[in-house]
T-cell receptor
Framework: GIQVEQSPPDLILQEGANSTLRCNFSDSVNNLQWFHQNPWGQLINLFYIPSGTKQNGRLSATTVATERYSLLYISSSQTTDSGVYFCAVVNSGNTPLVFGKGTRLSVIA | NAGVTQTPKFQVLKTGQSMTLQCAQDMNHNSMYWYRQDPGMGLRLIYYSASEGTTDKGEVPNGYNVSRLNKREFSLRLESAAPSQTSVYFC????????????FGNGTRLTVT
């Protein structure tokens, strides 16, 4: 099946810094989603982004499906950005989402 | 809107006991899912229901059964709990299959002793 690799596995930032999280996948995808799991365990859908670029406040995401990667940008990070960021992809048809193992982000004040 | 609601939030079982995890969504979504999350393993799909009246196995279905009771509700049953089923369980829903955004409930933390 499709492999989803996220990097880096862990990231520590000073508040106010910018960061880029990467998601590589081993095959073509029909769609890609980014999620944030906060320190209390809640999973929030950030982006549904099969291709192109989307922005939501300080967060933006770009998916280049032909090159098999997606990037999540966090600008002016805040302590509330801490948690684990997951990307998940659909390989083909109606096969279920496959999740990467996540990037754990810690933002320090 | 409540979104996706899971009950209970926490549960402790002894090996061999049974229980049902409940999930309901109020977004009129067609598709519902059950995932488990274990340290270092990410999220793994147990079962899903693409639409009312259908259910399918995911990556890790052994030891579980599901029921899509109606469009709103999708339950997960452990018939004979094992310590390997200690995990955090998440229910999720999407409007229409895998090509629409996925929305999660807050999870159920299950410990099997």
């Amino acid at each position: 099946g499709i492999q989803v690799e996220q990097s880096p596995p862990d990231l520590i930032l000073q508040e106010g810094a910018n960061s880029t999280l990467r998601c590589n996948f081993s095959d073509s995808v029909n769609n890609l989603q980014w999620f944030h799991q906060n320190p209390w365990g809640q999973l929030i859908n950030l982006f549904y982004i099969p291709s192109g670029t989307k922005q939501n406040g300080r967060l933006s995401a770009t998916t280049v499906a032909t090159e098999r990667y997606s990037l999540l940008y966090i600008s002016s990070s805040q302590t509330t950005d801490s948690g684990v960021y997951f990307c998940a992809v659909v390989n083909s048809g109606n096969t279920p989402l496959v999740f990467g193992k996540g990037t754990r982000l810690s933002v320090i004040a | 809107n409540a979104g996706v609601t899971q009950t209970p939030k926490f549960q402790v079982l002894k090996t061999g006991q049974s229980m049902t995890l409940q999930c309901a969504q109020d977004m009129n979504h067609n598709s519902m899912y059950w995932y488990r999350q274990d340290p270092g393993m990410g999220l793994r799909l147990i079962y899903y229901s693409a639409s009312e009246g259908t259910t399918d196995k995911g990556e890790v279905p052994n030891g579980y059964n599901v029921s899509r009771l109606n469009k709103r509700e999708f339950s997960l049953r452990l018939e004979s709990a094992a310590p390997s089923q200690t995990s955090v369980y998440f229910c999720a829903s999407s409007a229409s299959g895998v090509n629409s955004p996925l929305h999660f409930g807050n999870g159920t933390r299950l410990t099997v002793t």
